[in-house]
């Protein structure tokens, strides 16, 4: 998983199966996971590197299986999942149809949707699910009134039941779309309309966040029409178009070897890196901004004293003068 050479960042390896017991079916060591031979057969493995490249499979492992194997969601805290057209349940449930469903018995959807499952109790769980998309095939999902997602035929791999959940986040009401255990093949497409008469149409910009959680992101590649925002849906996850009124943040963090490192990030639209400007104490230098790690760096040899402008994506902008030490 090319963790030996520290390129994908440890954290992202927990996300990895565990059984409800806490026994760690799974090792790590000089950069290869190794597996034993546990109740549950398959596994997800998630890794990301520091340039943001990602990359998700399944492994199976073939065990003798029994008539009391449990067929458990992939993950400890999830009441339910689909995987590979199978409903599993970590408990005994019920559909609004009056299927029940139990750990040792998987419901075969066959394109059935079901939007609640019940507890013994009469507790609803809703499901959020949407519809059931067939690869080689292309389909366009509502998410709401003026709200579209499109899937090319080439999107998937195998059947996705696409969720959408509506959900509330500081920045607006937005939407959490798909599965995340059914990657996207290629870049599916959200077209999201907005009231023409808004007075905030020029500094709204969709951002995004993973399904896992996480930080909210600026959607790279998004454009917009008139009205309506075109977002490329490259992973499933949240999705929200927030109206962006503030401007960058800059703050020094500390001088390493030979740069200064300031700290540069909008956490609305995201920087425009075009737009940054750094004038020094010998005048103006040309500014390396890694976007990634949001770090300008500024050579040591230009001073203490600069001033930096910037602006993000939707033009609020900013200039601040950064005094490091005396």
């Known amino acids: 998983v090319d963790y030996a050479f520290q390129q994908v960042y440890p954290g992202l390896l927990l996300r990895l199966y565990e059984p409800p017991d806490h026994l760690q079916p799974w090792s790590q060591g000089s950069g290869v996971l190794h597996f034993s031979l546990p109740k549950i057969e398959t596994y997800f493995i998630e890794a990301e590197d520091f340039a ?40 005994t449930l019920r559909t609004r149809q009056g299927e029940v469903l139990h750990p040792t018995q998987p419901l075969a959807l066959n394109g059935k949707l079901p939007d609640t499952l019940f507890s013994p109790e009469g507790k609803g769980i809703p499901t959020w699910l949407r519809a059931c998309i067939v690869p080689g095939f292309s389909q366009k999902v509502g998410l709401s009134v003026g709200c579209t997602l499109t899937l090319a035929p080439e999107c998937l791999r195998e ?22 255990l ?36 600026p959607v790279t590649g998004a454009y917009r029409r008139g009205s309506t925002w075109y977002i490329p849906v490259r992973g499933w996850g949240a999705y929200v178009v927030m ?18 490192l300031i700290w540069v990030e909008d956490v609305g639209s995201g920087i425009q ?7 020094s104490e010998k005048g103006p230098i040309l500014p390396e901004y890694y976007e990634p790690q949001r770090l300008l760096y500024l050579p040591r040899r230009a001073g203490k004293r600069f001033r930096i402008s910037v602006s993000d994506k939707v033009g609020n902008s900013i200039q601040q003068v950064i005094q490091i030490g005396r």
Do not use: M
């Not at 951002?207 to 896992?212: G, N």
């Open 159 to 180: 059947t996705l039941y696409c969720r959408v959940e509506p959900i509330e986040t500081p920045w607006g009401n937005g939407f959490l779309v798909g599965d995340p």
């Open 243 to 260: 109206i962006d009124t503030l401007p960058p943040k800059i703050r020094y963090l500390r001088s390493v070897g030979p740069y200064h």
């Open 273 to 279: 890196p075009y737009s940054l400007r750094v004038e």
């Open 52 to 91: 943001g490249n990602q990359s998700r499979v399944r492994v199976t492992l073939r065990t003798h299986s029994s008539s009391d194997t449990k067929y458990l969601p992939l993950g400890r805290s999830w009441t339910w999942s689909i995987e590979q057209g199978q409903l599993r349940v970590s408990k």
């Open 182 to 217: 059914i990657p996207l093949k290629s870049s599916a497409q959200l077209r999201w309309e907005l009231p023409l008469t808004s007075p905030h149409l020029p500094k709204t910009y969709p951002i995004y966040r993973k399904w896992w959680g996480g930080v909210w992101s």
